[in-house]
């Protein structure tokens, strides 16, 4: 059985890796770096990754080491129905990769291109999932996280998993507001943030049309 200093141990563990992981991931942090030493900027992405899964292992670690009593069981047809998740949620990550820039998201293209600039270069755009749902990575991992077996370790670690991505989300659309101007803020309006609403989409011809505005925007500012 988990004892309840191992849950606060954990607890305080995780706590600790989203203040640290919300700190590096500013536009603060990024900003102080750009005064004092510019230099390292182009790294600063590839840093950060690292940094993170470095981070990451000791919660886990927590996690992991002392498991107690199943709380929640998917068992039966259940236990068939959190495995079919398991695979529709590995086989979206695998899917919505095809719409990413995978060389700037592990930091590589800054690093080859000495980018110096705090902002990511990354132009706005709204793959097939980001027409349903404005965070298809953060929806898939809750649906992942939350179809799984839960002892009182991992119960606490989805409830506090499940806080820091919708608090980080807002903190997330902050920042793409200030790299994609009013564009990202009518995007924001017309879809639906974690989690996917009938009513709160965009068909594929609307979501060309908010394009065409980011590329009129950019043809007016050159």
């Given at each position: 059985?988990?004892?309840?200093n ?13 203040l ?23 790294w ?29 069981e ?23 990769t ?16 000495k ?43 989805a409830?506090?998993?499940?806080i ?6 807002r903190?997330?659309e ?7 101007g009013?564009?990202?803020q ?12 009938p009513?709160?989409?965009l068909?594929?011809q ?7 505005q ?7 500012a050159?």
């Amino acid at each position: 059985m988990t004892s309840s200093n191992h849950l606060l141990d954990l607890s305080a563990a995780w706590l600790l890796y989203f203040l640290l992981h919300s700190f590096l991931a500013s536009l603060k942090s990024k900003r102080w770096l750009e005064m004092r030493w510019p230099g390292l900027l182009p790294w600063y992405r590839i840093a950060f990754n690292v940094v993170a899964l470095v981070l990451l292992a000791f919660p886990l670690w927590l996690l992991y080491s002392q498991p107690g009593e199943l709380l929640i069981e998917w068992s039966g047809y259940l236990q068939w129905l959190s495995h079919l998740i398991a695979l529709l949620v590995f086989a979206g990550f695998l899917w919505s990769t095809r719409y990413y820039d995978g060389d700037e998201f592990l930091g590589l293209k800054q690093a080859r291109e000495k980018v110096r600039q705090v902002e990511d270069q990354e132009s706005f755009h709204i793959s097939p999932l980001h027409r349903y749902v404005r965070h298809p990575w953060y929806f898939l991992g809750l649906l992942l996280i939350w179809s799984r077996d839960m002892d009182a370790g991992f119960l606490l670690s989805a409830i506090m998993i499940t806080i820091y991505i919708v608090i980080g989300s807002r903190l997330e659309e902050k920042k793409l507001g200030v790299y994609h101007g009013p564009v990202y803020q009518e995007y924001t309006q017309r879809v639906a943030g974690l989690f996917p609403l009938p009513w709160k989409y965009l068909t594929r011809q609307q979501a060309m049309e908010l394009l065409k505005q980011v590329e009129k925007r950019a043809t007016a500012a050159s």
